[in-house]
């Protein structure tokens, strides 16, 4: 699987995260162990696929070649939605019945913890179908498995639902079962931009809108789809995460997500140290920790010491000072500073664009002295720089330093 990886939004994640974590789960197959919010979340996803899967009306997918494949119905040809003539979700006795049929007991941490989340799971399903049946939405898909290559990453994930939006467009809906949810999130969500990038990549219709739907309070985050200035550092971070798994590049990246990591005994972060070897190991690292800190000392008297000698030499106006067994000499380092915010437009209006390469102070004062140049934009270009000094001592030999 490592070879050309087909990385989900999880697996991108969790790449990002701790790469040999990664290892573990996608390449090695390891099982996690069950936990009751994940538990509670499938089963939550599971019923409204059932809930919604009636209303669904399909609409063509592109193929390969980019033809669209026939669709089994529009919804131009279909009932309208909402008006009372289209088709209905199953009643809120199938639907609870059906909760009670998925339930699964796995990975809660006891029987009151499972029975506050069975019962939560009632109440936001029973209030989100009586929403449902007042409002119906106009799905095309529920849980849908999309696949596409995005620039050379094959990438895929499921979509929770793909509505029909009244304008004709599309609207990527994901289901949070969270505690807390907030705008913020749908607009910054990288899962929803991974999900815009596979509908775009399967659909001809235009995505619209990114929601979030808050399943606790039925509040739906809606966010505009992301452009070019979001998609293509996410397509950056991906395709370096690609490359690192292509390189089998699994080192272990510990953090507060070791917390919740279920492979901390196999993990070489967590590994238990040999008995015989506990005593000279924690000497070394006493040892280590006391030199840091002496180190730390020896710096904050060098710099005051240094600055010292520096007040003394500029009050009496010299550059060499010799001590009993070195020569203290005084050197200065001249760095000079553009702001580049000032420096491009002005050398764009004046000579049009890609005369600035770069966007270090160098790449500037190369430009500074191009004679191609008009000379009048060469004295604006360094009116905008700072010129900044820097002191430093250097130690010379007293002997090597001669009369
Ligand atoms: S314990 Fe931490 S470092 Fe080790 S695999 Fe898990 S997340 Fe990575």
Redesign the pocket.
Known sequence: MAAGATLSYSSYRTYL??P??WK?LYLERRPELPRGYFTFGRVVHSVLEELLRPLVVPLARKRDGGEAQTTLHRWSDAPEAGVGAGPAPISEEAMLALYDRAWNSEGYTSPEEEERYRSLGRDLLTRYRARLARDPPRPVAVEEHLETRWDGIPVHGYIDRLDRTPAGGLEIVDYKTSRELSLEEAVSSDQLSLYQVLVEGNYREPVERLTLLHLRSLTPHQARPRGPRVLEPLHQRMGEVADGIREQAFE????R??AR?D??EI????REIPAADGPRLASLVDRFGALRDEERRLEGELARTAAELHQAAEQLGLHRVPGSHAVAVRRKEVSWQYPLEAVRPLVERAAGPGRLTGESADDVRRLLRDPSLAPELRRKIAETGSRRLRWYWELEDRDASGP
């Open positions: 995260e701790c040999l974590r573990y272990p990246t510990p953090g997500h070791c990591c492979f901390r993990c070489p972060e967590f």
